[in-house]
């Protein structure tokens, strides 16, 4: 993601499926649940409005009004999908009525490779022999989806797809402009072994962002875009979704804009080599490496806070913690911290060379575990140690800001 001038990115990780209460077989009303669910997914993907509503409570809510109703329905339109599915984890049943953990997967048409996965909670009535949905919500810290949030509008890129809510078609298909020239950037850096497209999601708010991210605003009120998806795994994972926050990339200018997706697809090019092993100042360093460099940009143009901190005598000691990425830090010190990882990426490429950059960060990934893992790889890869390859960063500090 990136904040005013700054890049920043973020990863979302979705929890692995687990079943709670009775088996299946103990509870016939979780299968006849679950076909009735298998209904509503197909009625989505046949676009049967009818079969859909036949899924629903017509009793339920305040007003006598649908789950879902027509209007979520026709929301989802324009949007290619490839599938859509529910899988019940949890049924709890009272009387006539259940409350249903679900994940619902889904794949857009000519985007994703494996399903993308959210949590939802269902709440279910019976009425004669069939249960009908009452109520559809995101499960507690999952995120809403784009069509919860109104009308979708679909523009298609070269590379890319880009999925708007209360936005113009104009304005979708600049993004997409943006989005087909930062694919072809990150294939140049980082290489073509990852899928080559990107689905930028566009809501009408920073608020709509937060919502999709299961948040407040407050927590992004100032970052211009965050990618979401699954970290590490293989080709099979998910494809990610870059979210943006219309109101803060609304005030970048062409370059900024540029560099904060291409900054964010590096984010979906390295989502498979990307682990718990990896430290946030290579991630986020490295995609602000490819989002630069392209550019003529100075190391002091690029890094205005390290900068000024450097003139001033306190070069850092180490290098950023994952903690000083957090967006509830003061802004000058996550600014730094983005910064730092960028110039130690940078001083790989310059001494070592881009190709050795690229085998330090899947080498870091390929580790699994935090543990050991930075120093493996700067050992293997690079022939250095932790505290050397800190002192020489150190120094690059100095020689580049100072």
């Not at 804009?257 to 991630?283: G, N």
Request: charged share 25%.
């Amino acid at each position: 993601m990136a904040g005013f001038g700054r890049v920043v990115g973020c990863l979302l990780l979705v929890g692995a499926l687990v079943g709670c209460g009775g088996g299946v077989a103990s509870d016939s009303g979780r299968g006849d649940a679950q076909r009735m669910l298998d209904r509503r997914a197909g009625a989505v993907l046949e676009r049967d409005r009818k079969a859909f509503l036949g899924t629903e409570s017509p009793t339920a809510g305040p007003r006598g009004q649908l789950a879902t109703g027509a209007a979520e329905f026709a929301n989802l339109r324009n949007v290619p999908l490839a599938s859509w599915s529910y899988r019940i984890t949890s049924f709890r049943r009272t009387g006539e009525r259940a409350t249903v953990d679900a994940d619902l997967r889904y794949r857009v048409r000519g985007q994703d490779r494996a399903p993308v996965a959210s949590g939802r909670v269902l709440r279910l009535v019976h009425r004669g022999r069939h249960w009908y949905v009452a109520s559809d919500e995101p499960a507690k810290k999952s995120g809403q989806q784009l069509w919860e949030q109104g009308a979708v509008r679909v523009v298609k890129g070269r590379h890319s797809l880009i999925l708007g809510v209360g936005q113009p078609e104009a304005g979708l298909k600049a993004y997409a402009r943006l989005a087909d020239d930062a694919v072809p950037a990150v294939s140049r850096a980082w290489g073509t072994g990852w899928a080559g497209r990107v689905v930028v999601y566009v809501p009408r708010t920073v608020k709509g962002m937060a919502g999709l991210l299961g948040s407040t605003d407050g927590d992004y009120r100032g970052i211009a875009a965050v990618t979401t998806g699954e970290a590490g795994g293989s080709g099979a994972a998910p494809a990610d979704r870059v979210i943006v926050n219309p109101d803060a990339y609304g005030v970048l200018g062409d370059f900024g804009r540029q560099v904060v997706l291409t900054h964010e697809v590096t984010h979906v090019a390295t989502r498979a080599h990307t682990t718990a092993a990896t430290p946030l100042w290579l991630s986020e360093g490295y995609a602000d490496f490819v989002g630069y460099r392209e550019s003529d940009r100075t190391a002091a143009q690029v890094a205005p806070e390290l900068r000024d901190e450097v003139a001033a005598g306190r070069v850092p000691a180490a290098l950023p913690a994952d903690a000083d990425f957090g967006f509830a830090q003061d802004a000058g010190r996550l600014a730094r911290a983005y910064e730092g990882g960028w110039l130690a990426c940078r001083m790989i490429a310059e001494r070592w060379g881009e190709k050795r950059l690229r085998a330090f960060y899947r080498a870091v990934g390929a580790h699994g575990k935090r543990t050991g893992a930075v120093e493996e790889a700067l050992r293997d890869v690079l022939d250095t140690d932790p505290a050397t390859f800190t002192k020489d960063w150190r120094a690059s500090l100095r020689d580049r800001l100072g």
